[in-house]
C-alpha cells in the first residue's frame, strides 16, 4: 500500500526504504571524530603559545630595545631556551590542518615527529629542570633556595604550564 508522496520523498517510494540505504563506515566516523579531537588540540596549543608569547614578551621587547614600564615593573623572570623552542612548534600546527584537510598521512607523521620534537621535548626538559624546586616547595616549604616570582614558586608555576600541554 502506497502513502501519500509528499515532496521532501523520492518518487516511486512510500518512504520505507530507509533499512536499505548505505551507512557510513565506522572508520570514517573514528577518522571525523579524531580530526575533530586534534583541532581542538591545535586550538588550545595556540591559546598556550598566547600565554607563553605573554610571558616571553618583556625579553622579546629587551631585544627590541622597546621599553614599556608597565612590563618591567612584573620583573619576569629571564626566560630559558625551551620555552623559544616551545614557540617554534606552533608552526607544526599548519603542517596537521593540511594533513587534515588533504587526508595525508605522511603530512600528519611529520607533524607527529616535529610535536614529540618541538613540543614535548622541551616540556619533558622543563620538567627536570624545576622538579629539584617543586620537590623542595612539596616536602620542606618556603625556602630561600626555591626562586619565586610574584610570591608564587617559580618552578610549581612552570610545571603547572606544562601539565596543560
Known sequence: M??????????GTDGSDFNHRQKIASHYQISATNKSRLKYCIFFHYLLFFVMLAKLSADILDHLDIFILEIEELQIPQPLWWEYIWCTSLML???ALSAIKRNRIKTMRQYMIGIIL???????????YYFKDVWKYLTVGKTDEIHFWQGLPYGLLCSLENTRE
Open 2 to 11: 502506497a502513502s501519500k508522496v509528499t515532496l521532501s520523498q523520492a518518487l
Open 93 to 95: 600546527s599548519f603542517l
Open 118 to 128: 618541538l613540543g614535548y621535548g622541551p616540556l619533558f626538559y622543563a620538567v627536570v
